[in-house]
C-alpha cells in the first residue's frame, strides 16, 4: 500500500549528539512536512518542503534542519538535540501545496534524549 | 495568527451512541479549511473530515458530521453510532485557503469508547 514511512519509531539519544530522522514516502507527492508533537501537545509545524523548496517556520529553532534529497525522502537533522527535543516526531505529506489538500501522515518517530 | 482551540481534553461514550467533540477555532480570514485528523494510540493520523469555509452545507462521511458554525467560529464533530475502533485522540486543524497547507491544530481530545 501506498504510504508514509517513517524511520525509526523509536530513537533515543543523547544530550548534544546529533541525530537523524528519516521519512519515506511512496505517494509520489510533492510536499512533504516535519511536525514537532510534545507530550500533551498540538502538533507543530517545523518545516516543509514543496518539491526541492525548502520552507522553514520562522519560530523553529537553529537547531532544526531538514534534507529532501529526492521527491520519496526526507530527513530531520536535530544537530544538538536538547532535554526539550523529545517529542514525537511526524512527518507528513500532500500532493500540492493548496489549503485543500490532504496530509497524509506517517506513524511518528518518539525521540527520547538522555 | 490563528489559533484552534480543543476544550475537551478527554471524553467518553458508550458504543452505538453519539458523542460530540467541540473545536472553536479564531482567524481573520474568510476562507479557509478546517479539519478533524484522528490518531488512535501508536497509528498514524488520518483524516476524518473536512469542511471547506465557504461552502455552507455542513461535511458528512458516513458516521461523521461537523456542525460547521462560521459566524460563531466553531468546527464540532459528531460521531454517530460509536464503535470500539473510534476511540482515538481526535484534532482539530486549520489551514488558510490558497496557500501552503500549513496546519495549525488544537490540543486534542482523547476519546473513550466503553461497552
Known amino acids: 500500500d501506498a504510504m508514509v514511512i517513517q524511520n525509526p519509531r523509536y530513537q533515543v539519544t543523547q544530550f548534544g549528539k546529533p541525530v537523524t530522522l528519516s521519512c519515506s514516502q511512496t505517494?509520489?507527492?510533492?510536499?512533504m512536512y516535519w511536525y514537532q508533537q510534545k507530550s500533551s501537545q498540538a502538533p507543530k509545524l517545523l518545516f516543509h518542503?514543496?518539491?526541492?523548496?525548502?520552507?522553514n517556520e520562522a519560530d523553529t529553532p537553529d537547531n532544526f534542519q531538514s534534507r529532501r534529497p529526492n521527491t520519496s525522502f526526507c530527513f530531520l537533522d536535530i544537530r544538538s538535540p536538547g532535554l526539550g527535543d523529545a517529542a514525537m516526531y511526524l512527518c507528513?505529506?500532500?500532493?500540492?501545496?493548496?489549503?485543500?489538500?490532504?496530509?497524509?501522515f506517517g506513524p511518528g518517530t518518539r525521540l527520547l534524549v538522555l | 495568527a490563528q489559533t484552534v482551540t480543543q476544550s475537551q481534553p478527554e471524553m467518553s461514550v458508550q458504543e452505538a451512541e453519539t458523542v460530540t467533540l467541540s473545536c472553536t477555532y479564531d482567524?481573520?480570514?474568510?476562507?479557509?479549511?478546517l479539519f478533524w485528523y484522528k490518531q488512535p494510540p501508536s497509528r498514524q493520523m488520518i483524516l476524518v473530515i473536512r469542511?471547506?469555509?465557504?461552502?455552507?452545507q455542513n461535511a458528512t462521511e458516513n458516521r461523521f458530521s461537523v456542525n460547521f458554525q462560521k459566524a460563531a467560529k466553531s468546527f464540532s464533530l459528531k460521531i454517530s453510532d460509536s464503535q470500539l475502533g473510534d476511540a482515538a485522540m481526535y484534532f482539530c486543524?486549520?489551514?488558510?485557503?490558497?496557500?501552503?497547507?500549513?496546519?495549525?491544530f488544537g490540543t486534542g481530545t482523547r476519546l473513550q469508547v466503553t461497552l
Open positions: 482567524t481573520s480570514e474568510s476562507d479557509y479549511y
Open positions: 486543524a486549520y489551514t488558510r485557503a490558497g496557500t501552503a497547507s500549513k496546519l495549525t
Open positions: 469542511q471547506e469555509a465557504y461552502k455552507q
Open positions: 518542503y514543496y518539491d526541492k523548496d525548502f520552507n
Open positions: 507528513a505529506t500532500s500532493r500540492g501545496q493548496g489549503g485543500q489538500e490532504t496530509q497524509y
Open positions: 505517494l509520489n507527492h510533492n510536499v
